[in-house]
Structures are given as structure tokens and as C-alpha cells.
């Protein structure tokens, strides 16, 4: 490699970087969190993504992020230094994200079986809020630490 190519590298580097955001840090701990509990649904598994990350592009086209493994497939073998981050990073994102979306679609299908059972007349209205904050605490991602 020569000196001159070495800014580019840079500035391809920081730019690869910035196109995958890892979780935050609230999100981190709340994706331990749910993993610690076994809620987490796993579409992508990190560290297979990590691993396809040493791959021309693979962690990225894993994830289905296209066109950063156009890019660091184009950038290959320096990608190296970057994709099996950013391919772990992107697994976990859509990991959280996937599990978020699980336990809402879980908690409305409750809420609307308790609603039901408000309506036909099987509980009373104290009964009823009491079971809603129940399934609220449950389905809860801030609950879950």
C-alpha cells in the first residue's frame, strides 16, 4: 500500500463505519437483558455475520446491507478491519429490532383477548386494568432488565 492511497483508506474506512449505527447503549443493555431472559429472537446471528465479515463484503450482504458490501467488497482485503464489526452490529440491530416487534404484536393480541373479555361481560372493570398493567409489565423491554 502507498502513502498516498492511505487517506482514502481512511476516509473509505470512517465512511463504512458511520453506515452501520450499533445499538446504543440503553439498546445494549436492554438486548442483554432480553437475551439473558431468552426473549430474543435471533433472524441474524452475529457472530456467523462476524465471521462471513473476513469475506469480501459478507458480514454486510449477510445483513442485507447491499450496498456497504458493494463497498467493502470494492475495498476487500481492508474491509477486513471493519465488516466483522459492522456485520456483528448490524445482526444484533436487527436482532432488537425483531424482538421489539415480537413482543408488540404479543402484547396487542392479549390486550385485544382481555378487551374481549371486558366486552362480553366475563370481568369487572377492576379486574381488567389490573391484568392490562400485568401484560404491559410483561411485554415491557424496559421491564426486562
Known amino acids: 500500500m502507498t502513502r498516498r492511497m492511505m487517506p482514502s483508506l481512511i476516509a473509505l ?19 442483554e437483558s432480553l437475551s439473558a431472559r431468552g426473549l430474543l429472537v435471533e433472524e441474524k446471528n452475529p457472530k456467523l455475520a462476524a465471521a462471513l465479515g473476513i469475506l469480501p463484503g459478507g458480514g454486510s450482504f449477510y445483513t442485507g446491507e447491499i450496498g456497504l458490501g458493494i463497498v467493502n467488497l470494492a475495498a476487500w482485503p481492508y474491509s477486513i478491519l471493519w465488516d466483522p464489526i459492522s456485520g456483528a452490529d448490524a445482526a444484533k440491530k436487527i436482532n432488537f429490532y425483531a424482538t421489539v416487534a415480537e413482543m408488540e404484536a404479543k402484547r396487542n393480541k392479549e390486550f ?22 400485568e401484560i404491559e409489565d410483561k411485554y415491557s423491554v424496559e421491564s426486562a432488565h
Open 13 to 31: 474506512m470512517c465512511f463504512v463505519l458511520g453506515c452501520v449505527t450499533p445499538l446504543n447503549s440503553r439498546q445494549k443493555s436492554e438486548y
Open 112 to 133: 385485544k383477548q382481555l378487551d374481549r373479555q371486558l366486552e362480553d361481560g366475563d370481568m369487572d372493570k377492576a379486574v381488567y386494568l389490573k391484568k392490562k398493567r
